[in-house]
């Protein structure tokens, strides 16, 4: 008998496991409590983007979905800083050609939930998951217009519903389910940078760029039709925060003063400030992310995590390839590879969120000090002489394969070494020596 497979959340997630489940044979129906997407006018712009990187690509390339996905990438070869008097400096994220891609969030759900309906994945939506029945195995939803209520039974519930997953919070309510959230003191908020009239892009097309302050930071992507999805990410109190910018006069004075070579890039820039929404940002903890044979959770339901890294979606692909691959290994014994999926993946979601993290001073902080940038020339230079000895944690993160848990361990390791290297004193007058390769190798 065919498997049943009932999937909580069609977003970027739902969408791939939604795929890989029905590659895999078996019957799939999603139920997402928003509005239906392929309905929806979207655009190629004007949208909040994502920055897909190699674990994502490889999770899309298991399910042939992406040549779709090219075709609505554009990459970002490097980061280009842009310092409070509007200079601009650049770093390069990997070996030349290796990039990282932005993609619209709303035009890759859509390719992707296409692709699982043309396969045969029944969607449903306006559907929102309101409890489960973990004794039968049971996943009531209610139509989120006219209240009408439906109880679905099947043999695997996926909780694929976001950070603030219906799913999980049902889990929760067991006995012994760790759980933890930790917000932290900043929000975000995005702002637009339209295109030229000529719909080319305003900024350098291929990068990645960053305003980075100290304690906070902007950052933006580019989109498809020449505009620029930006983000800042603020403290919410304290000075330079949220707080701080309740009028028109006061937001446009902050941009002038903190990113003036902004300001004339957003013609309506305090219209855009006070009409977008400012949203808070969090770390979700939980286990197991199973119960028993018959419910998982994927994505942000199992490991929410603070967007520095640009890993979030990245990490749910990976958590879609590898329970694909446990299957195959378990022979569709849904208990015991869910059991070894929660010891396995549990890691690697704590190993994302630490990243996250660290990633976060990173970007607001030290790709503004000349040390972070010598030092990362120095790692580059040690790379290009034993690639078999030294993978930047960037590049393992970014381009790479390697789990998120051993990337960040090693990381660890690197900069402890990096670190002994960069305290010699005329470190930057030498770097360029074999004296400090040698010495790398010897501490390695
Ligand atoms: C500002 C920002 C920037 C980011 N940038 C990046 C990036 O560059 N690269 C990257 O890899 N990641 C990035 N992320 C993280 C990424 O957005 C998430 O990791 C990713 O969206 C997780 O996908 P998901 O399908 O698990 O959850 P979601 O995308 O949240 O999808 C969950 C779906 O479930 C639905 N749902 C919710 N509750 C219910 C319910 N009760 N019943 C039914 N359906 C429900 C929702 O409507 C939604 O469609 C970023 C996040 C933020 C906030």
Redesign the pocket.
């Known amino acids: 008998m065919k498997k049943n497979i009932t999937i909580?959340?069609?977003?970027?997630?739902?969408s791939l496991s939604a795929l890989y489940m029905k590659k895999r044979g078996f019957n799939v129906a999603m139920?997402?409590?928003?509005d239906d997407l392929r309905l929806a006018k979207i655009t190629a712009g004007k949208s909040i983007n994502?920055?897909?990187s190699e674990r994502?690509w490889t999770a899309l390339k298991k399910v042939d979905a992406a040549k779709d996905v090219e075709k609505i990438a554009i990459p970002m070869y490097k980061r280009i800083m842009h310092d409070v008097q509007g200079n601009l400096s650049e770093q390069a994220y990997g070996n030349p050609g290796q990039a990282i891609y932005s993609v619209s969030r709303s035009m890759l759900n859509l390719v992707l939930m296409e692709k699982a309906e043309k396969l045969g994945v029944d969607i449903h939506c306006n559907?929102?998951?309101t409890d489960i029945d973990f004794e039968t195995g049971t996943a009531h939803f209610e139509h989120t217009n006219s209240n009408e209520k439906t109880s679905i039974h099947s043999d695997l519930l996926i909780g694929?519903?976001?950070?603030?997953?219906?799913v999980r919070n049902q889990m929760v309510k067991r006995s012994r389910q760790q759980y933890s959230q930790q917000y932290i003191e900043h929000g975000?908020k995005e702002l637009l940078i339209p295109a030229h009239d000529n719909g080319s892009h305003k900024l350098e097309k291929n990068a990645l760029h960053i305003w980075p302050r100290g304690n906070f930071m902007l950052i933006a992507l580019p989109n498809l039709d020449g505009s620029y999805t930006c983000?800042l990410f603020a403290p919410y109190e304290g000075q330079e925060s949220f707080e701080k910018l309740k009028t028109h006069e006061e937001v446009q004075e902050y941009f002038e003063k903190i990113f003036p070579d902004l300001v004339p890039l957003i013609p309506d820039l305090s219209d855009q400030f006070f009409t977008n929404p400012t949203s808070s940002?969090a770390i979700m903890r939980t286990y197991p992310w199973h119960v028993n044979d018959h419910t998982i959770l994927?994505?942000?339901?199992a490991h929410a995590t603070v967007?520095f890294y640009?890993?979030?979606?990245?990490a749910?692909f990976e958590d879609c390839r590898i329970l694909d691959e446990l299957l195959d290994k378990h022979n569709n014994n849904f208990k015991t590879c869910f059991e070894e999926y929660s010891r396995v993946r549990k890691p690697n979601g704590d190993g994302v969120q630490d990243l996250s993290m660290h990633n976060f001073i990173v970007m607001r902080d030290k790709t503004a000090q000349p040390n972070f940038l010598l030092q990362k020339k120095i790692e580059q230079k040690f790379t290009q002489l034993y690639p078999e000895k030294w993978t930047p944690l960037y590049s393992m993160v970014s381009f790479t394969n390697i789990s998120y848990a051993d990337a960040w361990h090693i990381g660890m390791k690197q900069e402890k070494l990096m670190q002994s290297i960069m305290n010699i004193p005329n470190i930057s007058e030498v770097w360029d020596s074999d004296d400090i390769m040698e010495k790398m190798l010897r501490l390695l």
């Open positions: 909580a959340g069609a977003g970027l997630v739902g139920y997402e409590r928003r994502l920055a897909l994502g559907q929102k998951c694929a519903d976001g950070a603030f997953s219906a975000y983000t940002m994927v994505g942000d339901a967007p640009g890993q979030g979606m990245n749910g």
